[in-house]
């Protein structure tokens, strides 16, 4: 089981990535969404937050999520520290996405930009 300074620093980094990332300013601009982060295994969600191109990980609750994401501790430490693909978990039920499908695609196009197509 991942700690939770362990998903709080793949978070951070991730963030720090897509901040990196000049194209996914452009491509998330107007496509506002708040995302719980749940570690099945840990007692309190994470969030993330995406509003006009900017991506931030805000310690509580930014609002109604639109998306969750779901899985055990070490398989979304491993995903937000881009060792591993979404592509297998999400397949095998591991890692569970509650989103529109076109939210779901955007995501995977947001992580193959962070971690290198």
């Known amino acids: 089981m991942a700690a939770a300074d362990e998903l709080?620093?793949?978070?951070?980094?991730?963030?720090?990535r897509f901040a990196a990332e000049p194209r996914l300013k452009a491509m998330t601009?107007?496509?506002?969404r708040t995302i719980e982060v749940r570690a099945d295994d840990l007692p309190a969600p994470y969030w993330l937050r995406i509003e006009g191109g900017v991506l931030r990980r805000p310690d509580e609750a930014p609002g109604k999520p639109d998306m969750a994401i779901s899985a055990n501790s070490d398989l979304i430490r491993d995903l937000f520290s881009g060792r591993i693909s979404p592509t297998e978990p999400y397949l095998t039920g591991d890692l569970r996405l509650l989103a529109s499908e076109a939210d779901v695609m955007r995501l995977d196009v947001i992580t193959l930009m962070v971690w290198g197509e």
């Open 8 to 16: 709080t620093r793949a978070l951070d980094g991730f963030v720090e």
């Open 29 to 32: 601009a107007g496509w506002d």
